[in-house]
C-alpha cells in the first residue's frame, strides 16, 4: 500500500518543485526543508490506518505540548 495516492505524489512533487525554484532565487533551502518534512508527516500518518483514522476525527481543547517524532 502506498501511503500517498498519485494525485498527492504529484502535488508534493509540483510543491517541492517550487520550493526548490524559490530556494535557488532567493538563496534560501529552508523552504524546501519544511515541504519535504510536512509531506513525509502525512505519508507516515497515511501509512498506518489506525492512525490515519484518528487524524481524520475532530478535535477539541488543548492537549498539551506537541510530541515530535523523527
Known amino acids: 500500500m502506498s501511503a500517498l495516492t498519485s494525485d498527492e505524489l504529484r502535488a508534493f ?4 518543485v ?7 532565487e532567493l538563496d534560501v533551502d ?4 519544511e515541504v519535504i518534512a510536512g509531506w513525509r ?3 507516515r500518518i ?4 489506525a492512525e490515519y483514522d484518528a487524524a ?7 492537549f498539551g505540548p506537541v510530541r515530535v517524532s523523527p
Open 13 to 16: 512533487t509540483l510543491e517541492l
Open 18 to 24: 517550487e520550493a526548490l525554484s524559490d530556494a535557488a
Open 30 to 33: 529552508d523552504t524546501a526543508q
Open 41 to 43: 508527516a502525512t505519508a
Open 46 to 49: 497515511k501509512a498506518s490506518p
Open 56 to 62: 481524520r476525527k475532530g478535535t477539541s481543547g488543548d
